[in-house]
């Protein structure tokens, strides 16, 4: 199992960039998370899908996020435009059933210059 | 929102010796989750206890539940090299998927 894939692993980026964060979750899970870590603000939550239906984006900072899954097997997090502040490390997590363990990938470090 | 609250923020402590650290939390919970986390890497899931669970164990790792207190322990006995990491408690609650993550413990164990 290769558990859950993020691409890139570090995305080094302008200001005023477009960037776009893709997960591929676990095969046969059907939640799906996106989060960012900072030292400032620890782990969020950002957005939460099941059964690709994503069902709560409150932790989502500003219009200028966005995220789709448009299947089971892929989700991406988009920011347009990045501003520094948006800094972090980005994970996906999946598991089977909202309730139960979650399986983390390994992040997407992103810096905006 | 960070619901869980672990402590101590940071623990040394010599190969061999056990590791305490505590989960403190608000509302009402389904589960408590913890989490270890390497430097660099991402979070790998440790244990799960449900609200209605006191005590569970897996390997070298303890965990205990106290809904009255509202808080929770993870124990790792005879510690090594390789437990050094972050520790995390996550809380679940009414909204099933929701897990609200706290800052974390980080532990080092000297060889």
């Known amino acids: 199992d290769a558990g859950v894939i993020q691409s890139p692993r570090h995305e080094v980026t302008e200001m005023g960039q477009e960037v776009t964060l893709r997960c591929k979750p676990i095969?046969?899970?059907?939640?799906l998370f996106w989060y960012r870590q900072t030292m400032m603000r620890g782990l969020e939550l950002l957005i939460y899908?099941?059964?690709?239906?994503?069902?709560?984006d409150s932790g989502m900072p500003e219009d200028r996020f966005s995220a789709k899954m448009p299947n089971a097997s892929f989700s991406t997090l988009k920011i347009q435009p990045s501003e520094p502040r948006d800094s972090a490390v980005y994970f996906c997590a999946s598991s089977f059933g909202g309730r139960n363990e979650q399986f983390f990938g390994p992040g997407t470090r992103l810096t905006v210059l | 929102s960070q619901q869980g609250e672990e402590d101590p923020q940071a623990l040394s402590i010599q190969e061999g010796e056990n590791a305490t650290m505590n989960c403190s939390y608000k509302?009402?919970?389904?589960?408590l989750q913890w989490y270890r986390q390497n430097s660099g890497r991402g979070l790998v899931h440790l244990i799960l206890i449900r609200s209605n669970e006191r005590e569970k164990h897996s390997g070298r790792l303890r965990v205990t539940l106290d809904t009255s207190k509202k808080s929770s322990s993870l124990l790792i006995t005879a510690s090594r090299a390789a437990d050094t990491a972050s520790y995390f408690c996550?809380?679940?609650?009414?909204?099933?998927?929701?897990?609200?993550f706290g800052a974390g413990t980080t532990v080092t164990v000297r060889a």
């Open positions: 996550a809380t679940g609650g009414s909204n099933d998927y929701k897990l609200s």
């Open positions: 899908f099941n059964n690709n239906v994503p069902i709560d």
């Open positions: 095969s046969g899970h059907n939640s």
């Open positions: 509302t009402s919970i389904n589960n």
